[in-house]
């Protein structure tokens, strides 16, 4: 048994040593560019004079928050890539990538819920934000 780890060692270090004379798949920046760019004044002006609440006030500005973060993941997203080589050189998913997804889902949900609680003040309805956080 001894004699087959020196022998697959020895085989594995070599391919190893083979494989660092190959060409790097992440030489190369893997190329990503947004078309649209949502802007904080976009949106500000999109929900002006439309904030009564307290709440409402509160929800937009963390919605205006996540869109400074999006912003960031994609300029980082287009300096380095959708891809990035760790230190040991193994290929991996950008964490910017994660990060933008993230913020993605946390902003739909603000917008769902700051919508709602707009629609239920025009209709006299009171939308207790306390009750959709004790749903899930």
């Given at each position: 048994m001894a004699t087959n780890n020196k022998n697959y060692m020895r085989?594995?270090?070599?391919?190893?040593?083979?494989?660092?004379?190959?060409?790097?798949?992440?030489?190369?920046?893997?190329?990503?560019?947004?078309t649209t760019d949502i802007k904080p004044s976009q949106l500000k002006k999109a929900y002006k004079g439309r904030i009564e609440t307290d709440d409402q006030k509160l929800l937009l500005s963390n919605a205006l928050v996540i869109i400074d973060l999006m912003q960031s993941c994609k300029k980082s997203l287009e300096a380095d890539g959708a891809y990035i080589k760790t230190a040991t050189g193994l290929v991996k998913e950008n964490p910017a990538q994660k990060s933008l997804r993230e913020n993605v889902k946390a902003l739909t949900v603000l917008l769902d819920t700051l919508n709602k609680s707009i629609l239920a003040n025009k209709k006299g309805d009171i939308f207790d934000l306390e009750k959709w956080l004790d749903e899930d």
């Amino acid at each position: 048994m001894a004699t087959n780890n020196k022998n697959y060692m020895r085989i594995y270090q070599k391919n190893r040593r083979a494989g660092e004379e190959r060409e790097s798949m992440t030489d190369e920046i893997t190329s990503v560019n947004f078309t649209t760019d949502i802007k904080p004044s976009q949106l500000k002006k999109a929900y002006k004079g439309r904030i009564e609440t307290d709440d409402q006030k509160l929800l937009l500005s963390n919605a205006l928050v996540i869109i400074d973060l999006m912003q960031s993941c994609k300029k980082s997203l287009e300096a380095d890539g959708a891809y990035i080589k760790t230190a040991t050189g193994l290929v991996k998913e950008n964490p910017a990538q994660k990060s933008l997804r993230e913020n993605v889902k946390a902003l739909t949900v603000l917008l769902d819920t700051l919508n709602k609680s707009i629609l239920a003040n025009k209709k006299g309805d009171i939308f207790d934000l306390e009750k959709w956080l004790d749903e899930d």
